[in-house]
């Protein structure tokens, strides 16, 4: 139930009409007599009763409660946020004259030029180039360069980084000179935030039936932030009817999951699945979309702005998930807020057409070539 409240002013006001209403004759109201003080301090101590409360609700209730209140809320239940995910890939040290063999250690630092993003190198005892005795990877002689790999130091979105923004050696590594990342670095993700874990925590409540969708669901999402998933039962992968088998698809946001993903959801939905039923999980089948349009624009650089509104198609695309229908008349809607520079937007291509586009549950849609002049 909402809870009422009331300002100062009011208070008093309601005050001094209950009063005057059973002793009009009697009392003195105005500015500065003693019952007018008496209800001013009234009004006082119940604005402050009135904050304590809702100080209590805000805390104690999970819709209004954030931060470590949340956390604290929804740990009586035994659940718990997820964590922030450091981002990782890799980085190619080179080297200007490769005539000796060079040690590159685990934890060597890498950083960005702005010296904002710092990288460490981690173990890889698969990779060619380890050395268990010297605890890093060794640079053979004649061998110019060589691809390790790298995890952000600091957990979340802000470790992901650009092709070449990782470019500076943060310390002295002798017979290596450059250093560089040939791909981006985007699987880095912030902890769980408070709007998504009240999500999640209602998905957990649902699920505590078990073997059923929301449970299936809360499975899935509480593998790591940023998951999607598109689940189809009583039917096969291959659109064939079978009753007692359910698939389902999940997405990490690049359209590409790794192999140890797929399987940590399948581990995750085997502990809530029903007796007797199978099931199934894929990464989703990847549609690049190729955009076309041209654009008018005024008092701005259109090369800039052309820019941007490319920019602005390519990050609606790749978020829209899987299942998505794209309107072939958004595109044009996405230009133009992107820049308030943008006066025209004509000749207008999506994949070479002007229809919309759909996407079935194992497809999602990704930008390709998008092209605005």
């Not at 130091?153 to 980084?161: D, V």
């Amino acid at each position: 139930m909402a809870i009422s409240t009331k300002d100062f002013v009011t208070l008093v006001r309601e005050q001094a009409a209950a009063i005057q209403g059973a002793a009009r004759s009697l009392v003195d109201l105005t500015v500065g007599s003693i019952l007018r003080a008496v209800i001013e301090a009234n009004a006082a101590v119940t604005l402050w009763l009135q904050g304590l409360i809702l100080h209590l609700l805000k805390t104690t209730r999970a819709a209004t409660s954030t931060g470590a209140d949340l956390d604290s809320w929804v740990e009586d239940y035994g659940l718990s946020r997820l964590p922030a995910v450091a981002a990782t890939g890799y980085v190619t040290f080179s080297r200007f004259t490769p005539t000796q063999p060079a040690l590159i250690p685990v934890g060597a630092k890498v950083q960005t030029a702005n010296g904002v993003q710092h990288y460490a190198v981690v173990k890889d005892a698969d990779h060619p180039a380890w050395d268990a005795e010297e605890a890093g990877y060794v640079l053979a002689p004649n061998l110019a360069s060589i691809t390790l790999p790298v995890q952000a130091e600091q957990a979340g979105a802000a470790g992901n980084a650009r092709i070449g923004s990782i470019d500076t050696l943060a310390q002295a590594m002798p017979g290596v000179d450059t250093v560089t990342n040939e791909a981006a670095l985007t699987n880095g993700t912030d902890a769980e935030s408070d709007p998504a874990l009240r999500k999640r925590f209602i998905a957990y409540i649902a699920s505590l039936s078990k073997a059923t969708m929301d449970a299936v669901g809360y499975a899935i999402t509480s593998v790591k932030p940023g998951l999607s998933y598109a689940l189809v039962e009583n039917q096969t992968y291959e659109g064939d009817e079978q009753r007692g088998y359910f698939y389902v698809v999940v997405d990490d946001g690049t359209g590409m999951p790794t192999q140890t993903l797929i399987a940590t959801v399948y581990t995750a939905i085997e502990a809530v699945r029903p007796l007797a039923v199978h099931f199934s999980v894929f990464a989703p089948v990847v549609v690049k979309v190729k955009v076309q349009m041209k654009i008018q624009t005024a008092g701005a650089d259109h090369t800039a702005t052309a820019a941007q509104v490319a920019a602005a198609i390519k990050n609606t695309l790749n978020a829209l998930g899987l299942g998505a229908m794209l309107p072939y008349t958004r595109l044009a809607q996405i230009a133009y807020d992107a820049s308030p520079a943008v006066t025209n937007v004509f000749a207008v291509q999506l994949n070479g057409a002007t229809d919309d586009l759909i996407s079935t549950p194992k497809q999602t849609f990704k930008a390709g070539t998008v092209i605005v002049t």
